[in-house]
């Protein structure tokens, strides 16, 4: 078991080395890395973040394909990470192992359900780790961590061997504290040799999207603003969207959303499509969860931390109705948002609503920072485009982000990109 030393970040530590005797030196020699509870390792009993599960299940017979890239591209394993229960949480608690302890803020959540293979990586214990992001499972966390995180693209990194959460959504993505090595591992993991930088055609700020953050305006886009001149001359366009009207007028499935009571809450400020847009996700997401745990859920009788029981019970009595049209949407949504973007075109938006929340939070007083962070989240988890959180720092003595998504199969351009900025940012 962790100690308090590694931050409680390791749920088992072990070392796997590289075995290759290849004379070219490997892509990764000399990093190190931390691996998610949701990774198959051979002779490991892959835990899923449950007891019951680890009890209930036999040891992988193979390693998850992702691991072995790795490792034959020279990085060292230091062990499996803590995550949250199932996956099915952003927070990052865990009521059976305990709850990995944020470097940056120690009395706040480091964000999950990636949130040990956060925490190691901004703990410096490695130099990268791997992570599942289905619903913002690797965004959340590295921008309540202050590093780096990228969501690929959809299906472009192997999840095989990767316990399911839900497969319409399920992401392998990685974090690292900075861009080089972050560029490093997407080479490997998008099994592209070298990734060259590309000046993006136009910089789009969804404008109302950071209306649904604490954090000001111009303290999150105008360093990446700056950034991008700085580093191509000004030649890119930088424009203003009002993100929400263009959805709503370009998604018209979401219609049959927009009546739902995630859409209907009342708060301060949201933007319906976005909402509807993320009742679209969790449906499909329940929906799938349903189908791949349900009869285990049923047949064990899985003892859940709180939050997360509720949230399975809801996900187990989900119906089929609206399935079809969550599909429609993700359909719609994919050829609206490439058309926005176009060629080389990036969207900017917040990556959370604001710096993490407290520990142990009141769930009622949580639900409107949960509602807004999957309206953000829920842009590239129901597209599948790719999706990078870049970390500005410290405001208020608290973490802050923003994101940069590009279109889907644009990984190694937003890889670059991003590398590109980070001199400047």
């Known amino acids: 078991m962790a100690t308090n030393n590694d931050f409680g970040a390791f749920i088992e530590k072990f070392t796997i080395s590289p075995t290759s005797t290849s004379s070219v030196p490997p892509s990764l020699q000399g990093l190190t890395f931390a691996i998610k509870d949701i990774f198959d390792v051979e002779g490991r009993v892959t835990g899923f973040g449950n007891p019951d599960w680890l009890r209930t299940h036999t040891a992988a017979t193979s390693t998850a394909p992702v691991v072995s890239s790795l490792l034959e591209a ?31 803020a120690f009395d706040r959540v480091p964000g999950g359900s990636s949130s040990g293979s956060a925490v190691a990586v901004a703990a410096r214990l490695v130099d990268f780790s791997i992570g599942t992001d289905t619903g913002g499972s690797v965004r959340v966390p590295a921008s ?12 472009a990194v192997s999840t095989v061997g990767v316990t399911p959460m839900a497969q319409s959504f399920d992401t392998v993505g990685w974090f690292a504290r900075d861009t080089a090595t972050l560029k490093r591992v997407g080479c490997v993991l998008l099994q592209q040799d070298h990734l060259n930088p590309i000046e993006p055609s136009q910089l789009i700020i969804a404008d109302d999207c950071f209306k649904l953050c604490s954090v000001p305006h111009d303290l999150l886009v105008q360093p990446l603003v700056g950034s991008v001149e700085k580093s191509f001359g000004g030649n890119t366009v930088v424009k203003k969207v009002n993100l929400g ?6 998604v018209p499935s979401l219609k049959h959303f927009m009546t739902s009571d995630d859409v209907t809450t009342q708060q301060e400020f949201c933007i319906p499509s976005l909402m509807a847009l993320s009742s679209s996700m969790r449906l499909l997401q329940r929906h799938e969860f349903k189908i791949n745990h349900g009869a285990w859920i049923s047949l064990v009788k899985p003892e859940f931390g709180p939050g997360i029981s509720a949230r399975i019970e809801e996900a187990i009595r989900t119906s089929d109705e609206k399935i079809d049209l969550c599909r429609s949407v993700k359909s719609e949504l994919i050829t609206a948002l490439s058309t926005l973007l176009g060629e080389k075109g990036v969207l900017v938006i917040p990556t959370v609503p604001g710096p993490p929340p407290h520990l142990q939070a009141n769930v009622a007083a949580l639900e409107s920072f949960r509602s807004r962070a999957f309206s953000l989240l829920s842009i590239a988890g129901v597209s599948g485009f790719c999706q990078v959180s870049i970390p500005l720092g410290l405001h208020e003595n608290l973490p802050v982000s923003v994101s940069l998504v590009a279109k889907y199969g644009s990984d190694g351009f937003l890889l670059s990109l991003v590398d590109s900025l980070a001199a400047f940012i």
Do not use: K, V
């Not at 394993?77 to 229960?85: F, V, Y």
């Not at 961590?145 to 693209?153: L, V, W």
């Not at 009207?245 to 370009?250: A, C, H």
């Open 74 to 104: 020279g990085a060292t394993a230091l062990g499996i990470t803590i995550m949250d229960e199932m996956a099915y949480s952003i927070n990052g608690e865990n009521a059976h192992y305990g709850t990995p302890r944020n470097p940056i």
């Open 144 to 155: 309540y961590c202050g590093i780096f995180g990228f969501r690929p693209s959809h299906g």
């Open 245 to 250: 009207e263009y959805i709503e007028q370009n």
